[in-house]
């Protein structure tokens, strides 16, 4: 937020909504104005440079949008944000094509008011918004394609910049689709061997039976169907890196001829009577605990501890929700320009929306989610319906197979006795609270979404003791 006071100016014909959104943002700390019209406000907003203006669809003399065209060609760096009582998508989509930075339906829940002007204010006090978050970046400290700038991001990047120009090596660990193999790729591109070959190799998706083959190679003549002598990747990999991908699920014989190539950096092609020596830095990955795979005797500790000498740990995309947004927008410029259409942007209720989302998968699932998007979509804005079709039907299906707020219901369990009584309350509660949340706390809407009526509502956020 810049360190002036914000100037917002209030344009709507309805005295009491001037009245509390005053009485509202002047006690925030921001220094406000109102227009009980959309003339009124144009006079205003061209003699003043507000930094916000928060208008009304329907203003009686003009329209909002007339307001909303004005008010960027007057000063383009103001920032708008347009509220209504009468929403459809058509006019929301028309706003943000007019330059909004969003569009709130009312009635309003003052605190998502509040984020909303703050965010747009922190986000879009210079510039607009699509330059700055090309600024926001441009400044991205990032590796190859890593993309993010949270302090456990800065941490991983420290960590890569100490360790490339280094021969020993690595052990990346992490959940799926967290970027284990783009941080290899990053090892790489800053070591001194970054003009040599980087070769990766998924230890997972390769079956046992050829995995020795591909890894060491072989000689004509080593069993049936060697026509020709083949290097194996450790040789093709000389004087560059190799990358190891999911390690863990290497078979125990495998781990010891691997174990004998990381040790002497030399190995027996199949059907070879001598050995080729390699000049190899090996970087390994896998999203198992290897030291539980150790002990449960499926993981060599000697070729575990050969690999791990510097760990480098990918942090999951639900401790660097700073990055959402970043990635987000990334993606979203990624596949609209490899699609061809033009969607500049996503509204801060669908970035909100990806905030609350914990991604299981990863940055792999938020982008897949934001490729779908864009292929769906026939606006140039991602709004939180466009994201509804994967990512809200994703959500409830893993709560209800998981269970109502982190607790499992097993249909098993009826073997041992079950208090059918607790599970249905549970299950109501979360339903209500999350027709609330839809809601915005609008009980009448809350009480529409669940299909049934205002007084039955009532009675059960009393019994469900749910805050009103």
Known sequence: MPNATPHILIADDELSMRELLEYMLTKEGYRVSCAENGRKAIAMIESTPFDLLICDIRLGDISGLEVLKATKKINPQTVVIM?????????????MNEGAFDFVPKPFNNQELKQTISNALTLKTVEDEKLSLDVALKKTLHFGKIIGNSPKMLTVYEMIRQVAKTTTNILLTGESGTG?????????????????????????????TLMESELLGYKKGAFTGANQDKKGLFEVANKGTIFLDEIGELSTSLQVKLLRVVQEKAFKPIGAGEDISVDVRIIAATNKILEEEVIAGRFREDLFYRLNVIGIRMPPLKERKEDIRLLAHHFLEKYSREMSKEITKLSSYAIDLLNKYDFPGNVRELENLIER??????????????????????????RWIEGVKNKRFDLDDVENGVSL????????????????????????????????????????????????
């Open 83 to 95: 509220i209504s009582a009468y929403t459809t998508t058509e006019t929301a989509v028309e706003s």
């Open 180 to 208: 284990k193999e783009l941080a290899a790729r990053a090892i790489h591109d800053e070591s001194n061997r970054s003009d040599k070959p980087f070769v990766a190799v998924n230890c997972g998706g390769i079956p046992e």
């Open 421 to 468: 009584d607790s599970i249905l309350e549970e299950i109501e509660k979360a339903y209500v609270e999350k027709a609330l949340e839809f809601a915005r706390g609008d009980k009448a809407r809350a009480a529409e979404l669940l299909q049934i009526n205002l007084r039955s509502l009532r009675y059960r956020l009393d019994k469900l003791s749910i805050k009103k």
């Open 373 to 398: 998007s864009v292929a769906l979509s026939n606006t140039n804005i991602i709004l939180p319906e466009s994201l509804a079709i994967s990512l809200h039907k994703q959500i409830h299906k893993r």
